[in-house]
């Protein structure tokens, strides 16, 4: 069931909206404000409070964590959808999340790890199914659903900057352990305001959409259980010592894993999916923005990774007597997103009243370059810091700008694609399996991240060269071969317009 058109409660939208844009505000605080110091504190010294282990490790696990939350998704989208219903996976999935948190809390390094797995869970299943709430609570024929979720992607990055800034300040004033406790009071705010709100949603999504007969649940829940206990199992006897995993070569296999279980998914329902000509011509131009997106995200996700090194140990931090705390700097990207989106989203319409419309490999493409160019910067900033200088601040931001430029150059045009693009009895499908793209670029950003060696600062300067180079290398081939997916995504389109009013 979904809410009815006239309800505008909140600044003109559903009142469901609110409760939903406040719990993903404080859940992003949390998971945000959380990110910004995981490096740090992999990497810290234990007389600074850190765990102490290698570059090459932390960005590992990094792109680990990173990677899995959105793999978790998945799963946890089709149990939301077959077994529980949407509003119990995000209440569920927030008090998993909150219970992470306290588990980081405690200063232990066997606690640090557990709390991860407990953060991964949680995030898997609250993440996909809150963003999907928010498009239930409009009917098909509302025309607010677009800027609904522009207000709801503000949430997101307003709860992002205050899990910068006060996960930030109690890091550096307290210790990382008092920061992860904040992470957890920040899940707790938002599941006491999702509770006592929740009637606003006014039975939207509180059962699952296709559930499975009485037989089939079972079976499901007996395959849940199973899996804890196979989670459980391991990182026991990994605490223990009795099961030895190195990160390193662990984030490689998964990282071929996850690029597997894509081109076979993709290849499934392209192949086997008895698909028309248009169609296919349609998943071939996605196929070219999956790769843009996992190249993307893979330069992106440098920021909680070497770009949070290089503000920590090569930037001149100090403003007279006031010490940034290293995790601001991330808060750029929210702070930026805030005060450009409303512009991107006019420039896109404004070319298309002049009879601009670049196609979704260019609009891609154009975001992948930028992004990429974000690396010059950096490539300039690391040659000072190898001389034995420490640089300005504004290199940093510089680069997280024009990170930013790109993401919103690609991220919501990417999402857009794949809704256009994809064959609609496939559409749900592919969305989860572009969020693959995502998965595979934070795994190798964490692996790329591991070569930053702050004992070697030379190196510096060649690694974000060859990022850069990358990026801009794989945006030029993306534009040379929109000449031709131009005509594919122009036929994908006519063919579903077609279809949908058959």
């Not at 282990?53 to 680990?64: E, K, N, P, R």
């Not at 899996?227 to 006897?237: D, E, P, R, S």
């Not at 795994?443 to 190196?459: H, I, K, R, T, Y």
């Given at each position: 069931m979904t809410t009815k058109s006239i309800d505008t409660g909140f600044f003109g939208h559903p009142k469901g909206l609110q409760t939903l844009f406040m719990t993903e505000m404080w859940e992003?605080?949390?998971y945000y404000g959380m990110r910004a110091l995981l490096v740090l504190f992999m990497t810290a010294s234990l007389q600074?409070?850190?765990?102490?282990?290698?570059?090459?490790?932390?960005?590992?696990?990094?792109?680990?964590?990173?990677?899995?939350?959105?793999f978790m998704g998945l799963p946890g989208g089709w149990l939301a959808d077959r077994l529980i219903g949407g509003q119990n996976a995000v209440w569920y999935g927030g008090i998993i999340i909150m219970l992470g948190h306290i588990i980081l809390a405690i200063p232990t390094a066997s606690s640090f790890y557990i709390g991860l797995i407990f953060v991964v869970l949680g995030t898997g299943l609250l993440k996909p199914n809150i963003g999907a709430i928010v498009g239930q609570l409009y009917s098909a024929e509302d025309r607010r659903r677009d800027s609904g979720y522009t207000l709801y992607y503000m949430g997101i990055n307003i709860g992002a900057v205050i899990g910068?800034?006060?996960?930030?300040?109690?890091?550096?004033?307290?210790?990382?352990?008092?920061?992860?406790?904040?992470?957890a009071v920040g899940m707790a705010i938002g599941l006491v305001q999702f509770r006592l709100t929740r009637p606003n949603l006014q039975g939207v999504a509180d059962g699952p959409i296709q559930p499975l007969s009485p037989a089939a649940q079972k079976r499901t829940w007996g395959i849940v259980a199973l899996?804890?206990?196979?989670?459980?199992?391991?990182?026991?006897?990994t605490m223990s010592g009795t099961l030895i995993i190195n990160p390193v070569p662990v984030a490689k296999s998964v990282a071929v894993i996850f690029c597997s279980i894509f081109l076979i998914y993709f290849g499934a329902i392209y192949f086997r999916g008895n698909l028309n000509t248009n169609e296919k011509k349609g998943m071939g131009a996605l196929f070219l923005i999956c790769v843009a997106s996992a190249c993307f995200w893979s330069g992106f996700e440098q920021a909680g990774s070497s770009l949070n090194l290089f503000g920590r140990d090569y930037t001149d931090r100090m403003i007279g007597t006031f010490a940034i705390a290293t995790a601001w700097f991330q808060s750029a990207n929210s702070f930026f997103i805030i005060i450009l989106s409303p512009f991107f989203a006019a420039l896109?319409?404004?070319?298309?009243?002049?009879?601009?419309?670049?196609?979704?490999?260019?609009k891609c493409?154009?975001?992948?370059?930028?992004?990429?160019?974000?690396?010059?910067?950096?490539?300039?900033?690391?040659?000072?810091?190898?001389?034995?200088?420490?640089?300005?601040?504004?290199?940093?931001?510089?680069?997280?700008?024009?990170h930013t430029v790109g993401e919103l150059c690609l991220s919501p045009v990417a999402l857009s694609a794949v809704s256009k693009l994809?064959?609609?009895?496939?559409?749900?499908q592919m969305m989860g399996v572009f969020v693959l793209t995502y998965s595979?670029?934070?795994?190798?950003?964490?692996?790329?991240?591991?070569?930053?060696?702050?004992?070697?600062?030379?190196?510096?300067?060649?690694?974000y060269l060859q990022i850069s180079l990358f990026g801009i290398g794989v945006g030029i081939v993306l534009v040379l071969l929109s000449f031709k997916t131009k005509f594919w995504e122009d036929a994908a389109e006519k063919s579903a317009i077609a279809e949908a009013k058959a």
């Open positions: 992003r605080m949390s600074e409070g850190g765990l102490g282990i290698t570059v090459a490790t932390a960005g590992a696990i990094y792109g680990l964590y990173t990677g899995a939350v959105y910068y800034t006060v996960c930030g300040y109690l890091q550096e004033e307290w210790g990382y352990h008092y920061a992860f406790g904040a992470a899996f804890l206990v196979i989670v459980a199992v391991v990182t026991g006897a896109w319409i404004n070319l298309a009243k002049r009879m601009i419309t670049p196609s979704y490999s260019v493409a154009l975001g992948l370059i930028i992004m990429a160019s974000g690396f010059i910067v950096m490539f300039f900033a690391s040659q000072y810091a190898a001389s034995g200088l420490k640089v300005a601040p504004y290199w940093l931001v510089a680069t997280y700008f024009l994809s064959p609609r009895r496939f559409a749900g595979i670029g934070n795994v190798v950003a964490g692996l790329l991240s591991g070569n930053f060696d702050p004992n070697n600062v030379e190196q510096m300067p060649n690694l």
